[in-house]
């Protein structure tokens, strides 16, 4: 994947690892998690520096929550940007934990 708009759809869940990860011109993008009592902890979001300013941690952030809807599960963004996202994107508001 080269373009500048990474996709939701592009990011892949590795559940063993607890993170998500985002191929993006031969560098990996990732967000870090962990599961506390039925809920997501997001610990860190990581874009490497040759890659930055493609929205890519946001594109993490998104597939990480919708996920965490997907499971019925609450969100505490431990991560200072997934806890900005989550401020600037209204729509996530219901699954602040």
Not at 11 to 27: K, M, S, Y
Not at 45 to 51: F, S
Not at 63 to 76: E, M, P, S, T
Request: proline content about 4%; hydrophobic content about 40%; some cysteine.
């Amino acid at each position: 994947m080269s373009d500048l708009s990474p996709r939701p759809q592009d990011v892949v869940l590795d559940a063993a690892n607890h993170r998500f990860e985002l191929l993006v011109d031969g560098h990996v993008a990732v967000l870090e998690y962990r599961l506390e009592e039925g809920g997501m902890v997001i610990t860190h979001t990581g874009v490497p520096e040759a890659i930055g300013g493609r929205g890519i941690a946001g594109t993490l952030t998104r597939a990480a929550l919708d996920h965490a809807r997907a499971q019925g599960w609450k969100v505490i963004p431990a991560c200072t940007y997934a806890a900005a996202f989550m401020r600037r994107h209204g729509e996530y508001a219901d699954l602040r934990g």
